[in-house]
Structure formats: C-alpha cells, structure tokens
Antibody, heavy 118, light 107 residues
Framework: QVQLVQSGVEVKKPGASVKVSCKAS????????IHWVRQAPGQGLEWMGV????????TYAQKFQGRVTMTRDTSTSTVYMELFSLRSEDTAVYYC???????????WGQGTLVTVSS | DIQMTQSPSSLSASVGDRVTVTCRAS??????LHWYQQKPGKAPRLLIY???SLQSGVPSRFSGSGSGTDFTLTISSLQPEDFATYYC?????????FGQGTKVEIK
C-alpha cells in the first residue's frame, strides 16, 4: 500500500535550518510529484512547493523562495524539504503529499512538527 | 494567485443533519477542486477530487458539485465521525491554494 513516512519531531533555534524527510513506498517513486504543505498551530493549510522525483525539478511558493530547498534521493525513494533561517513563525506541522493525475493530494505523510524557539 | 474562500468558517450541526459547505475561487478553475477532511492531530484525508468524484473508501454520504468558481461539499446525513475541519483546494494553478477551512462542530 502507498505510504509516506516522515521524520520525527524537530526543535530548532531561530536562525537555524531544518531538514525533514519523507520516505515513499508502495508505488513507483519517480511517477508522482511530491508537494510540501505546512500548518501552523490552529491555522489552515499552506502550500510550500513541489518536487518532481524523476527529474528533480522544483517549484516553490514565492513566500519561501530563497529559504527552502526540496531534493530527492531515488535510491531510497525519499524526498527532503530543508528550510533555512528559521523564525518563530515557522513553527508548524510540515506534511509531504503525493499528487495524483487529477491534481489532488491523494496520500499524505503523517506530519512532522517543527518548533522554533529560543 | 487563485484565492479560495470557504463559507461558513464554522457550523454547528446534529447527527443526521444535512450539511453544506461552499468554496469560491477568485478565478475559474474548471473542475480542479478537491475537498479534504482533517481531524485534530491528523493529516488531511482526501474526500472528493475533480469537484465531484468520490475518493475510494469514502462513504457515499459525502458528495461534491460545482465547476468554474463555485463549489459545494455536502454531507447528506452527518455522522459522529464527521465532526472535523473541511478544506477545499484548487489544483488548477500554481501556487496551489486552500480555503481557510470549515469546522463542523456538534450542536
């Protein structure tokens, strides 16, 4: 069955960076784009960007341009999201999600809580 | 960017009630509109894709309709497990955008 399994809880200081992983299984890794979505405490869903696991092409939300990098490792079927220069407003649960041909997010990771605090 | 506006932001309903949530896009998105359910501490779950197609495993009391800019999610008979927050999302343009969510609470 399709699964996206994310790395664990992170606690970071302001100015630091964080790298969250998302390991895919149960399908052909290079056949589906992976998006990243975050959710601040008590807030809605915010799209961050997308990576094509096949060619590694990326598109980022303008808000995160220059502060985020999405990469992939085809040998382990894992995608990564690294966010730099963290600030308290980056405290959120970060989700990876697979996009289906119909453009919906059909499978989601379990989420990774990133807390930014001094 | 395509703005997605959901209404209401919250509602109170009883088990067995018919519930309707609306989502409006700032530009036409054809039928590229999807609905998700999210419970506290959990990842969102896909309910409806392409405005009206029911995702596999989702109960038939959930339905979606609309095209262009105006869309509706309907729960025909609310069940205890349906109390959650619902989000719409457009897959037409980049950046992908979500509605602000509709919290369905127990009356």
């Amino acid at each position: 069955q399709v699964q996206l399994v994310q790395s664990g809880v992170e606690v970071k200081k302001p100015g630091a960076s964080v790298k969250v992983s998302c390991k895919a299984s149960g399908y052909t890794f290079t056949s589906y784009y992976i998006h990243w979505v975050r959710q601040a405490p008590g807030q809605g869903l915010e799209w961050m960007g997308v990576i094509n696991p096949s060619g590694a092409g990326t598109t980022y939300a303008q808000k995160f341009q220059g502060r985020v990098t999405m990469t992939r490792d085809t040998s382990t079927s894992t995608v990564y999201m690294e966010l730099f220069s963290l600030r308290s407003e980056d405290t959120a649960v970060y989700y990876c999600a697979r996009v289906a041909s119909s453009t919906c997010f059909d499978y989601w990771g379990q989420g990774t809580l990133v807390t930014v605090s001094s | 960017d395509i703005q997605m506006t959901q209404s209401p932001s919250s509602l109170s309903a009883s088990v067995g009630d018919r519930v309707t949530v609306t989502c409006r896009a700032s530009h036409s998105i054809s039928s590229s509109l999807h609905w998700y359910q999210q419970k506290p501490g959990k990842a969102p779950r896909l309910l409806i894709y392409g405005a009206s197609s029911l995702q596999s495993g989702v109960p038939s009391r959930f339905s979606g309709s609309g095209s262009g800019t105006d869309f509706t999610l309907t729960i025909s008979s609310l069940q205890p497990e349906d109390f959650a927050t619902y989000y719409c999302q457009q897959g037409y343009g980049t950046p992908r955008t979500f509605g602000q969510g509709t919290k369905v609470e127990i009356k």
